[in-house]
């Protein structure tokens, strides 16, 4: 059985956020606006993606 995937797109810059979501959006991959990655779909990613969640947007993809 496939696992599922998320896509994880940064809209919103990090710069003046805090710096523990700034280091989040880093440890996602992501580096520019308009970024997009894809992650294995588990708590742990989807706990991060929660917490920066008005930076990313985040798509579940098979």
């Known amino acids: ?3 599922k995937k998320l896509i994880i797109t940064l809209v919103r810059s990090p710069l003046t956020r805090k710096p523990t979501h700034r280091r989040t959006v880093q440890a996602l991959g992501l580096k520019r606006i ?10 742990v990613i ?17």
């Open 1 to 3: 059985m496939a696992k």
């Open 46 to 62: 989807r706990g991060m993606a929660n917490r920066v969640n008005y930076l990313v947007n985040v798509e579940e993809s098979k």
């Open 34 to 43: 308009g970024q997009s990655v894809v992650h294995d779909d588990t708590d």
